[in-house]
Nanobody, 124 residues
Framework: QLVESGGGAVQAGGSLKLSCAYS????????IGWFRQAPGKEREGVTS????????YYDDSVKGRFTISHDMSRNTVYLQMDNLKPEDTGLYYC????????????????????WGQGTQVTVS
């Protein structure tokens, strides 16, 4: 189970921090990704983290502005979003896979088995 929180409406240049609380998978360390979907567009990968190694991936459109992090004690992944732009607007989902993925496919939604309900981010 994945539960997102932290969305909202901000002006361009502002910041938001999203949270994704995931179920305890025991000894399995999941890979957690953030995706977003704007109206009329495909869902796209924004960033992802392999919680076992803390290795992170970012889409070019958010590099230097977004930061993904992980708190193992809370089973929570965070997405800090700074210098937000109107094109960052969308419904943000976190997703998880317990089996991992090839590094070239971190942004492929088909690699993830579990999805949250989404949280809206609006930048004006």
């Amino acid at each position: 189970q994945l539960v997102e929180s932290g969305g909202g409406a901000v002006q361009a240049g502002g910041s938001l921090k999203l949270s994704c609380a995931y179920s305890n998978y025991g000894y399995i360390r999941p890979y957690i990704g953030w995706f977003r979907q704007a109206p009329g567009k495909e869902r796209e990968g924004v960033t992802s983290i392999a919680t076992v190694s803390e290795f992170k991936y970012y889409d070019d459109s958010v590099k230097g502005r977004f930061t993904i992090s992980h708190d193992m004690s809370r089973n929570t992944v965070y997405l800090q979003m700074d210098n937000l732009k109107p094109e960052d607007t969308g419904l943000y989902y976190c997703a998880a896979t317990r089996t991992g993925y090839h590094p070239n496919r971190w942004a492929d939604r088909n690699e993830y088995n579990f999805w949250g309900q989404g949280t809206q981010v609006t930048v004006s």
